[in-house]
């Protein structure tokens, strides 16, 4: 609930810098668009359309930021 609202969200093993969170759909088109889970990198680069693994769906040390 938190990060469809808008919240970040990282692991406490991940560089600080890294988080996931949903990017709102926001380019002008015909096209049904939706709304995709990214992840910022530590680099500061944006991933679009990340998909967690196994090892971070079930990890205990997700962190909200």
């Given at each position: 609930?938190?990060?469809?609202?808008?919240?970040?969200?990282?692991?406490?093993?991940?560089?600080?810098?890294?988080?996931?969170f949903i990017e709102p759909a926001q380019l002008?088109?015909?096209?049904?668009?939706?709304?995709?889970?990214?992840?910022?990198?530590?680099?500061?680069?944006?991933?679009?359309g990340w998909l967690p693994g196994k090892t971070?769906?079930?990890?205990?040390?997700?962190?909200?930021?």
């Amino acid at each position: 609930e938190y990060i469809r609202k808008g919240g970040k969200v990282g692991r406490a093993c991940w560089s600080q810098r890294m988080c996931v969170f949903i990017e709102p759909a926001q380019l002008p088109s015909q096209d049904k668009l939706l709304p995709c889970l990214c992840m910022r990198l530590a680099d500061g680069s944006v991933m679009l359309g990340w998909l967690p693994g196994k090892t971070d769906l079930f990890a205990q040390d997700w962190i909200l930021e």
